[in-house]
Nanobody, 125 residues
Framework: QVQLVESGGGLVQAGGSLRLSCAASGLVFSDYAMGWFRQAPGKDREFVAGISYSGEMTDFGNFVKGRFTISRDNAKNTVYLQLNSLKPGEPAVYYC??????????????????WGQGTQVPVSS
């Protein structure tokens, strides 16, 4: 059974930084593209960043504008999301997702097979 467990969330001040981690188990991690999404109450999940199975290809949501980076460590079955220059009012729940597919990141939630429970990243002004 695939499990994705996010960690590293917490309250952060505007302009601050945080690194999220997502530990995966129950899958051959190096076969999967991984993605991060975020969601505000009452809104759809929004693509934040994705990384290919090898880590060679990455993709980011248009709003990121160089503030975030995504990386992975296949030896540790873990994907990371570095958040910088966070803004008040940004969607606060971040989700990790795994996609077997073609091994390349997708911006579509429907491309992902498994999801974590989410981690909260509220940004104070």
């Amino acid at each position: 059974q695939v499990q994705l467990v996010e960690s590293g969330g917490g309250l952060v001040q505007a302009g601050g930084s945080l690194r999220l981690s997502c530990a995966a188990s129950g899958l051959v991690f190096s076969d999967y593209a991984m993605g991060w999404f975020r969601q505000a109450p009452g809104k759809d999940r929004e693509f934040v960043a994705g990384i290919s199975y090898s880590g060679e290809m990455t993709d980011f949501g248009n709003f990121v504008k160089g503030r975030f980076t995504i990386s992975r460590d296949n030896a540790k079955n873990t994907v990371y999301l570095q958040l910088n220059s966070l803004k008040p009012g940004e969607p606060a729940v971040y989700y990790c997702a795994a996609s077997l597919g073609y091994g390349f990141p997708s911006e579509l939630t429907s491309s992902y097979d498994d999801w974590g429970q989410g981690t909260q990243v509220p940004v104070s002004s």
